[in-house]
């Protein structure tokens, strides 16, 4: 699996998550500079977290902008596959290569914790190797997470099964003290139409290995490496 | 030529700042207010003199960057 990693000036977790994609496939993935315009032949895109250029404007706002995803859009629309964590999430959002968009959290305040989710569906590039409705637990750390829609656009979610990751309590129930980002119907990811594009506010990299507190984010890695070998 | 770049949440939008807002001046002890909402304003000085192209011009760069139409409405004036 050939990954490539995009950073952006304020990207944060993006060697955490080479990290998490070296331990699992055995290569390093290539780091991708925001200013380059064109990536290395890649398997699979990563949008890392962070706060590029500060959140300023919106959060991914400047960043959605940057000549590398004029790219990253193109190979999107070949069918590559796309990861964006956090921020990489509010990017793609920012793009328009997924629905709606991550405001400010209902309590104003940042939120760095685990919290636990609820796996949608598992014949995703991204989700075999969960189990379907398995609760696992995976931290957030954002001052944006809050996803909105339109309601026409969270039913086409709904209707389309394109509901990636929801918050939880632990028997699996999408109540609102799950849900301290204050996300429509407890959000924390989505997939676009073909399920090739994954972008998800909770960071999956941060709990990929035994020394970090936890594993369960390891099986999406898993999971991808699985597909793109 | 001056542009004045005005975004606002749209309707029905969860403004949680707005609503901190609310509660500290309502705490301050100002009362009757029904509700608050905030926004941007963003201030553009343009080589452009000729009014019709300014206003293409800044409703492309609203559209494009300034506001993201899926929560927020924009307006602008143009001032010589």
Known sequence: MRASVVVFPGSNCDRDVAVALRNVSGHAPDMVWHGDSSLPASDLIVLPGGFSYGDYLRSGAMAAHSPIMKEVVRLAARGTPILGICNGFQVLTETGLLPGVLMCNASLKFICRNLTLRVERNDTIFSRHYQEKEIITIPIANHDGNYFADRETLDRLEGENRIAFRYTNARGEADAASNPTGSQNNIAGIYDKNCRILGLMPHPERVSEDLLGGLDGKPLFESLLEVLH | ?80
């Open chain 2, 1 to 80: 030529m001056r542009a004045i770049v005005k975004i606002t949440l749209k309707n029905g939008v969860l403004d949680p700042q707005g609503k901190a807002i609310e509660g500290a001046l309502n705490s301050l002890g100002f009362g009757g207010i029904d509700s608050v909402r905030q926004g941007k304003i963003i201030e553009l000085d343009l080589d452009e003199t000729e009014t019709e192209k300014a206003e293409a011009a800044v409703a492309e760069m609203c559209e494009k960057l300034l506001a993201n139409t899926v929560i927020e409405n924009y307006s602008y004036e143009l001032v010589p």
